[in-house]
């Protein structure tokens, strides 16, 4: 395998750092509410992206994506409501919601000229997928298609269509991410009976 092209893969610490501190300032913002999953998410993307390149930028994207659509629904019923909210909230989410669109906006930069780069590289065969890997998409497939299951149930009582976008965006991502992982198994086993 291409060492350079495995190097490629790792987001720049600036990215690694900023999604860090966007998840724990979004934790802070978002803390009495109990929605932790989309910034541990970010936190432990941004941590294990060096070690696990490909699970890490996942978790990075899907965390971002998902703490994106959570903080935008937050900043709509906080900050134009007559009603008071306390310094400290709008303090939080104003923070979280500036790190956020700067993340987005890191990431995608950092898409931009990822794409451009392996386009201008020849073609390498891909990395087979680990068993841990397998596991872990599976265990999130299961979890995140539950919550999808009984997502209408939840939500049709409450009238809240935002929660219900909360765990489509959840579904899209997730999806997305076994997509990619079964496209990358299936691109290894061409590339190996090609070989024989």
Same mark, same amino acid.
């Given at each position: 395998? /291409?060492?350079?092209?495995?190097?490629? /893969?790792?987001?720049?610490?600036?990215?690694?750092?900023?999604?860090?501190?966007? +998840? &724990?300032?979004?934790?802070?913002?978002? *803390?009495?509410? %109990? %929605?932790?999953?989309?910034?541990?998410?970010?936190?432990?993307? $941004?941590?294990?992206?060096?070690? *696990?390149?490909?699970? $890490?930028?996942?978790?990075?994207?899907? +965390?971002?994506?998902?703490?994106?659509?959570?903080?935008?629904?937050? /900043?709509?019923?906080?900050?134009?409501?007559?009603?008071?909210?306390?310094?400290?909230?709008?303090?939080? &989410?104003?923070?979280?919601?500036? !790190?956020?669109?700067? =993340? =987005?906006?890191?990431?995608?930069?950092?898409?931009?000229?990822?794409?451009?780069?392996?386009?201008?590289?020849?073609?390498?065969?891909?990395?087979?997928?680990?068993?841990? !890997?397998?596991? *872990?998409?599976?265990? !999130?497939?299961?979890?995140? +298609?539950? $919550?999808?299951?009984?997502?209408?149930?939840?939500?049709?009582?409450? +009238?809240?269509?935002?929660?219900?976008?909360?765990?489509?965006?959840?579904?899209?991502?997730?999806?997305?991410?076994?997509?990619?992982?079964?496209?990358? *198994?299936?691109?290894?086993?061409?590339?190996?009976?090609?070989?024989?």
């Amino acid at each position: 395998m /291409d060492i350079h092209m495995e190097r490629t /893969d790792v987001f720049p610490w600036r990215i690694r750092w900023l999604a860090i501190a966007t +998840g &724990f300032a979004a934790a802070l913002a978002l *803390f009495p509410a %109990l %929605l932790l999953l989309d910034p541990a998410l970010l936190i432990a993307g $941004g941590i294990i992206q060096p070690r *696990f390149p490909s699970a $890490g930028k996942w978790l990075v994207w899907a +965390g971002t994506a998902g703490l994106s659509v959570v903080l935008i629904t937050y /900043d709509v019923l906080i900050f134009p409501g007559p009603l008071p909210h306390p310094y400290y909230m709008r303090l939080t &989410f104003s923070t979280s919601t500036i !790190l956020i669109a700067w =993340c =987005c906006v890191e990431l995608v930069v950092d898409g931009v000229k990822r794409t451009r780069a392996w386009r201008s590289m020849p073609p390498v065969e891909p990395r087979p997928v680990s068993r841990s !890997l397998w596991i *872990f998409a599976a265990v !999130l497939t299961l979890v995140i +298609g539950w $919550g999808a299951v009984q997502a209408p149930s939840g939500y049709r009582h409450s +009238g809240s269509l935002s929660m219900l976008a909360m765990s489509l965006v959840d579904v899209v991502i997730v999806a997305a991410s076994d997509i990619s992982l079964i496209r990358r *198994f299936l691109a290894l086993r061409r590339t190996r009976r090609a070989d024989l």
